[in-house]
RNA sequence: GCCCCCAUCGUCUAGUGGUCCAGGACGCGGCCCUUUCAAGGCCGAAACACGGGUUCGAGUCCCGUUGGGGGCACCA
């Protein structure tokens, strides 16, 4: 086993946990818990503009369903705890968490930003501006003009008297200017980047909050991180970051700039691509299981000749490795997606499965609120369970079992190649037998209504069909006999009645 | 416009110079099983973007083209 590696998650509280977030987080767990390593969350909350109340919270839930285990973070149950979509009640995890010292939130370590900015300061490698963003835009349009990249560098600056005590910001200074940056990276291979190319980026705004490159490398550093793994639309500005690392003095972490996850159009998944928060997912019947499984095999394969596909989350972890994951980007694929959902939905336990598709039967108006639905759900779960791709299929499954039918149009009542009489005569002889036969069960009623098959000259396609239809009241349903003897003797009679009058109605 | 990254079946991928007329999985088609629908089993169609090199030999290395993606903020 590879030395043990401490990652974390870090992301801003504007939204909705996205799913290709959610790849990111998994990839980075994955490493910290093959390794006996260290998973943590940090809030990169430096942009007061787009914070949006409550989505901290939202995000640790989605940890939470996920089971995606933490080794340090915002405190959940403190969030959890709270009346108002407000995020942060007062002083949060300042303590330390398995050796990794907090704040885990961003805003609550504004004095440190502000140290180590202004250290570069005095160490030369960084320098105070004061351009408006007006001015900024002029500049970067002009350069635009030219058909350049828009860098901004120290000599550019309209005012070069900015003193300490006016509003200012700090930019990092490039260095060297005409050199060239190179670094590794775990997935990408060694990389160069012209310096030339790169800006003078600001590191510490004018509000006092630092921005996300030198937020990075400060925390990482200060946090232990020992590898950085991120979206590849990081890759641009990772040259700033290394470089930084040099100024400070500070070891490297290690870096891994993961390919992106794209929608069936091949663009960036994005808000147009059907779901995109976690909750959508789970709210759409998919198994944390199904969807950790899924994303992970979204870039990364086991290789060496193991052509598994379906994997626990323990699987996972003894054979991940970041090394195996791929240069170049993925599209989410539904299909495959659904696949494995179903596939994970029959690794369930009966007790598991019911478990979980309550809240989507109640949500489909059948409420499971008793101790005896509860104990019919349980006894239909192996029957449904093979028929699931995700658990909002369950619904139209199961319905006639808690509630009661209406009675079939009538050419349902009629089986194939049948006329109104047979089929009438057939649901007359099911009906005296199910109104003796002993043992109401399964495989019992399965032999003797194939004898009454025989008895009546019917194939059992054509008597079956029948009788499910009267039964459950539609085409489709679990195996007969089972849900028979689950809906039990009387409410089968009952069914069984109505549809008898229903074919003789008509004439009769 | 400038810079960066990527390129094997429709999709996710295996493949690290010869064992590849390219393997697995999803999806798709067919067959089997079968009381419906599923699940399962078997079979099948389906790919190395293109052009140059290097080499005895290239999916595998190099260059270019094309295509796709991303970045160019006092956003992350």
Redesign the pocket.
């Known amino acids: 086993m590879t030395a043990k590696a401490r990652t974390r998650f ?1 992301p ?1 509280p504007t939204g909705e946990l996205h799913i290709g977030g959610v790849r990111t987080a998994i990839f980075s767990w994955l490493l910290a818990r093959h390794t006996g390593g260290e998973f943590y969350i940090r809030i ?1 909350d ?2 007061r503009e ?1 914070y949006v109340p409550g989505a901290t919270r939202r995000i640790l839930e989605a940890f939470d369903w996920l089971g995606i285990d933490l080794d340090g973070g915002p405190d959940h149950d403190e969030l959890r705890a709270m009346p108002s979509n407000e995020d942060y009640p007062g002083a949060l995890d300042d303590g330390e968490y398995k050796g990794i010292p907090g704040p885990f939130v961003q805003s609550q370590r504004l004095p440190l930003y502000k140290q180590w900015a202004e250290w570069l300061v005095a160490h030369g490698y960084a320098y105070r501006a ?4 007006e001015e ?1 835009s002029r500049m ?1 349009a002009e350069a ?1 003009a030219r ?4 860098v ?1 560098r120290e000599e550019m600056r309209l005012r070069t008297d900015v003193r300490p005590d006016e509003p200012h ?1 700090i930019r990092m200074r490039v260095l060297p200017r005409d050199g060239q940056t190179e670094f590794d990276d775990l997935i ?2 060694h ?1 160069t ?2 310096n030339a ?1 790169v ?1 003078d980026q ?1 590191l510490l ?3 006092g ?1 630092p ?2 490159h030198l937020a990075v490398v400060v925390d990482d550093h200060l946090q232990g991180v020992t590898h950085v793994l991120r979206g ?6 990772a040259p700033k970051h290394v470089l930084l690392y040099r100024y400070f003095g500070w070891p490297e972490p290690r870096w891994a700039h993961l ?2 996850v ?1 929608g069936t159009d ?3 998944l994005s808000k147009r691509h059907g779901a995109q928060s976690v909750f959508e997912f789970r709210d759409q019947g998919y198994l944390p299981e199904a969807l950790i499984n899924f994303l992970a ?3 990364w ?1 086991p ?3 193991d ?1 598994q ?1 379906v994997f626990t989350r323990d699987e996972l972890i003894a054979k991940f490795s970041i090394e ?1 994951v ?6 989410f ?1 539904y ?2 997606l ?2 494995l959902n ?2 994970h939905i ?1 690794r369930l336990s009966d007790a598991d499965l019911a478990e979980r598709l309550i809240p989507f039967l109640e949500r489909a108006g059948i409420c499971i609120d008793s101790p005896a639905r509860r104990e019919l759900l349980l006894k239909i779960a192996p029957h449904i369970k ?2 699931l791709k995700k658990l909002t299929d369950a619904a139209p499954l199961v319905d006639f079992f808690f509630a009661d039918i209406s009675t079939p149009p009538m050419d349902a009542l009629i089986g194939p190649k049948m006329d109104r009489q047979s089929s009438l005569e057939a649901l007359r002889a099911t009906y005296r037998l199910v109104e003796s036969f002993e043992p109401f069960e399964d495989a019992p009623l ?1 032999q003797a209504m194939r004898a009454l098959c025989a008895e009546l000259q019917l194939k ?2 054509q008597l ?2 029948i009788v ?1 239809n009267a039964v459950t009241g539609k ?7 089972a849900t028979m003897a689950i809906l039990g003797r009387e409410t089968c009679l009952t069914r069984l009645a109505r549809a008898i009058s229903c074919l003789q109605s008509p004439g009769e």
């Open positions: 870090a801003s990169e430096t942009d787009r004061a351009e408006t963003p900024l970067r635009q058909g350049q990249t828009f901004f910001v990408r291979g990389l980047f012209d190319q800006d600001v705004k004018m509000d909050f921005t996300y590849d639309d990081w890759l641009p500005s390919p992106n794209l091949g663009k960036k095999l979204l870039g394969a290789g060496g000749g052509e596909n195996r791929g240069s170049s980007p993925a599209t694929d299909n495959k659904d696949w179903g596939v029959r093979e028929r399965e059992p396609t079956f069909t499910r085409p489709v349903t679990p195996p007969l006999f």
